[in-house]
T-cell receptor, first 110, second 113 residues
């Protein structure tokens, strides 16, 4: 059974600092890995999707890396802003199912 | 395009009562998912539909939960009778046939007292 872990559970940084969010998974036989953002009372918004054959994906200030062999992914958010405050979840796809981590709740202080 | 719609957004019931949630996926999305997200945890898949057929319901507590997707469009998730541990956000998601990406609705927050 795939287990997805995200550490830390919560993170607070001053505005402008770079954010580093970690995700680890136990079974490396995945099709892809996806990072989501969840705002309070809202659903999930997809940020980046990395196919298993890729090493990283970039979108604006966001960069996600994937090391499938070691079961790790990292989401980098450059020059954080208060609007980046949210919960970030990673999810891995295997056997057409998404397995989610519990998320990292980020607070960016103005 | 319109997103995934869910209703109600919030529901408070007493234990042993029944409740139903409704989901309208994005037009043309053949695959529909229901997830349960307990506070502090990631979403857990309850059931997956392909058109109006069930693909995976291995984690659905079938003694109290049921779901249907008549005509392959809207879907309803029902809990009867509810337990305290059913308090969670119930998320609906949909996906087009040619893509892996799931689009999520805003969720229904259920509180069982």
């Amino acid at each position: 059974k795939q287990e997805v872990t995200q550490i830390p559970a919560a993170l607070s940084v001053p505005e402008g600092e770079n954010l580093v969010l970690n995700c680890s998974f136990t079974d490396s036989a995945i099709y892809n890995l996806q990072w989501f953002r969840q705002d309070p009372g809202k659903g999930l918004t997809s940020l980046l999707l990395i196919q298993s054959s890729q090493r990283e994906q970039t979108s604006g200030r966001l960069n996600a890396s994937l090391d499938k062999s070691s079961g790790r992914s990292t989401l980098y958010i450059a020059a954080s802003q208060p609007g980046d405050s949210a919960t970030y979840l990673c999810a891995v796809r295997a056997d057409y199912k998404l397995s989610f981590g519990a998320g990292t709740t980020v607070t960016v202080r103005a | 395009e319109a997103g995934v719609a869910q209703s109600p957004r919030y529901k408070i019931i007493e234990k042993r009562q029944s409740v139903a949630f409704w989901c309208n996926p994005i037009s043309g999305h053949a695959t529909l998912y229901w997830y349960q997200q307990i506070l502090g945890q990631g979403p857990k898949l309850l059931i997956q539909f392909q058109n109006n057929g069930v693909v995976d319901d291995s984690q659905l507590p079938k003694d109290r939960f049921s779901a249907e997707r008549l005509k392959g469009v809207d879907s309803t998730l029902k809990i009867q009778p509810a337990k305290l541990e059913d308090s969670a956000v119930y998320l609906c998601a949909s996906r087009r046939p040619s893509s892996y990406e799931q689009y999520f609705g805003p969720g229904t927050r259920l509180t069982v007292t």
